[in-house]
């Protein structure tokens, strides 16, 4: 199968697009298809796992390359006259590339990645929010199919007006992620300095987060565990908002990680007791997963993406994010708890065993079969109404 991928992000900005395009781009190369990749200008290599990396004109937007209308884009694809149009998270590059596979008869699959509704929200947005909505549903109408990662996501669209909607979740690596990796001495030791950096004989609980340090994950509500006894927070990334969270965070027990990737990464979940989500706008939350997978329990808020991945009372809890004494309360019963951690912890990693890569994106490419089948009757009918 031929496959053209147009993605509004890609390497080397590290998020969650880039991250799923890449790891949709390793499944191809594995199993022999083939490949490119258009994004926005950013620096990005000339090729990844031997298929053209193609930048089109960007601007720069909050630090972050914007893709903009370009008559590059449609001489790409018919160039390279793919099977099926993959459009991540797509906005302005990839409403382009929806167009003009639509004019070139190839079919199309939009992911969708981005809670518009939050953002909204909280940029007190007001009715800029419907405008926004209508332009998603502008974009997502021309697709033959959307990919949503969560119910929650599915249920935004549908109210937004969008039609062909199917379920995709994310995959997570079963290997790098293990709950095995808290017998690595690396991990070990992380664990020692962390759990043991107030001074407790007893050693304290470490409580972590994963993700960026960013206004829209809601890190604030770490604050609510001020003066909890026998709690270490643990802090893994960076973003804008990393001076106003040490800040507000003063005087608590609290170690700032930074970004961490790889190895360290996966020893950094290894070392933590508990995984704790702050942030209201994921429309899915690959760090919980992974969390799950390196045999953690999930705090999280009952809002978006975590709904689907957090089973309340099992492998974790969902607390109220409008209410701080709640997740405080959640918080505190797996600190003082270590059974209960570990009962949690070996049902999350149950819960995440069949979402391998591998089987996510073997599902995707079912989904690549299914727009195209389709979009070959089409043809058909369109050639015999006018015979």
Not at 21 to 43: S, T, Y
Not at 57 to 85: E, H
Not at 101 to 115: C, E, H, K, M, Y
Not at 279 to 298: D, K, R
Request: aromatic residues 6%; proline residues 6%; charged residues 20%.
């Amino acid at each position: 199968m031929r496959v053209a991928i147009i993605s509004e992000s890609f390497l080397p900005t590290v998020n969650g697009v880039t991250n799923s395009v890449c790891k949709v781009l390793d499944h191809l190369a594995d199993n022999g298809h083939d490949a490119i990749v258009i994004a926005p200008a950013a620096g990005s290599p000339a090729s990844y796992r031997g298929f053209p990396v193609h930048q089109v004109p960007a601007v720069a937007y909050r630090q972050f390359p914007v893709g903009i209308p370009s008559p590059l884009v449609a001489r790409l694809i018919a160039k390279f006259d793919p099977d099926v149009l993959h459009a991540a998270s797509p906005f302005l590059l990839g409403a382009q590339g929806i167009a003009s596979a639509n004019r070139l008869g190839i079919p199309s699959v939009a992911v969708f990645q981005t809670d518009v509704a939050g953002y909204a929200k909280r940029n007190r947005l007001g009715s800029a929010s419907k405008l926004a909505w209508r332009f998603v549903k502008w974009i997502h109408d021309g697709a033959d199919l959307t990919l949503v990662p969560s119910e929650a996501s599915r249920h935004d669209l549908e109210s937004a007006g969008v039609e062909r909607i199917a379920l995709w979740g994310r995959g997570v690596d079963l290997t790098r992620y293990h709950p095995n990796n808290r017998m690595r001495p690396t991990a070990q030791a992380l664990h020692a300095v962390l759990a043991g950096a107030t001074g407790n004989p007893a050693g304290d609980t470490v409580v972590g987060y994963v993700g960026r340090v960013a206004p829209e994950k809601g890190l604030e509500r770490l604050a609510a565990l001020r003066g909890m006894p026998g709690l270490h927070l643990a802090v893994v990334g960076d973003g804008p908002s990393d001076g106003h969270i040490r800040s507000l965070l003063h005087g608590m027990p609290a170690t700032f990680l930074g970004r961490l990737s790889g190895a360290d990464l996966a020893d950094a979940y290894a070392s933590f007791d508990v995984f704790a989500h702050t942030g209201t706008e994921e429309t899915f939350g690959q760090t919980l997963q992974e969390a799950h997978a390196s045999g953690l329990p999930v705090i999280a808020p009952r809002a978006g993406g975590p709904i689907d991945l957090v089973r309340h009372g099992e492998n974790g809890y969902l607390f109220d994010p409008s209410d701080a004494a709640d997740f405080r309360m959640r918080v505190g019963s797996l600190v003082d708890d270590p059974a209960l951690r570990m009962r949690m912890g070996e049902a999350g990693r149950r819960a995440v065993i069949g979402k391998s890569w591998q089987a996510l994106c073997d599902e995707l490419l079912g989904h690549y079969a299914s727009v195209a089948t389709v979009s070959k009757a089409r043809k058909r009918a369109t050639v015999g109404s006018h015979a």
